[in-house]
């Protein structure tokens, strides 16, 4: 299977405590995302990358929140001094971009669930 | 800034039966629409999308969505039900190029009765 795969599936960690997430994107997409989904919420837009370069960070990261591409494959997202509030679903989808008047599929790994205690 | 509404929260349909989500977006230019089903355990998998042209799309799985600008919905249906397709229904819209990613709303789940 060459799907967007992520790492680890579930995570769970005491309040302060730093947690990191890896995932792998489909091997040709040079775009990845990162979302959130809390429980009976729709997903929601932390970050994304084209290639190497994280282009937009939406207000949702706080300082609190790392991510990386830095070979423009795999992403790690890391929070440093987790909170309860971080508890939730996180996301990773990619894709290839195809210019200013084209939105290709996005498409999605199964999530890593976070359980801060 | 874009959103997406789907206001029914939890749908039972009967195994057979039609069926009907809706989905309401609020978006200033042409929208890029699409349907995803999340199923438990299992990552977002996309049923459809729109962008342009035809206005009734055709997706996988046998669903269908219709286009309607002037009321700025894009309602997902199916003809008859299965009990495979119980499971959360999001609609989500993004702009052209990918930028900001998706937004979603809040999803709808679908309860399939024998």
């Known amino acids: 299977d060459t799907g967007v795969s992520q790492d680890p599936r579930h995570k769970i960690t005491k309040r302060g405590q730093n947690v990191t997430f890896r995932c792998d994107p489909i091997s040709e997409h040079n775009r990845l995302y990162w979302y959130r989904q809390t429980l009976g919420q729709g997903p929601e837009f932390l970050t994304y990358?084209?290639?190497?370069?994280?282009?937009?960070k939406s207000r949702l990261l706080s300082d609190r929140f790392s991510a990386e591409r830095p070979k423009g494959s795999f992403s790690t997202l890391e929070i440093q001094r987790t909170e309860q509030g971080d508890s939730a679903m996180y996301l990773c989808?990619?894709?290839?971009?195809?210019?200013?008047?084209?939105?290709?599929?996005?498409?999605f790994g199964p999530g890593t669930r976070l359980t801060v205690l | 800034a874009q959103s997406v509404t789907q206001p029914d929260i939890h749908i039972t349909v009967s195994e057979g039966a039609s069926l009907e989500l809706r989905c309401n977006y609020s978006y200033g230019a042409t929208p890029y629409l699409f349907w995803y089903v999340q199923s438990p355990g299992q990552g977002l998998q996309l049923l459809l999308k729109?962008?342009?042209?035809?206005?009734l799309v055709q997706g996988i799985k046998g669903f269908e969505a219709e286009f309607k600008r002037s009321q700025s919905s894009f309602n997902l249906r199916k003809p008859s039900v299965h009990w495979s397709d119980a499971a959360e229904y999001f609609c989500?819209?993004?702009?052209?190029?990918?930028?900001?990613?998706?937004?979603f709303g809040k999803g709808t789940h679908l309860i399939i009765q024998p």
């Open positions: 989808a990619s894709m290839t971009s195809g210019g200013p008047r084209v939105y290709n599929e996005q498409f």
């Open positions: 729109y962008f342009s042209g035809d206005t």
């Open positions: 990358f084209q290639n190497e370069a994280q282009l937009e």
């Open positions: 989500a819209v993004g702009e052209g190029g990918g930028a900001d990613g998706l937004t």
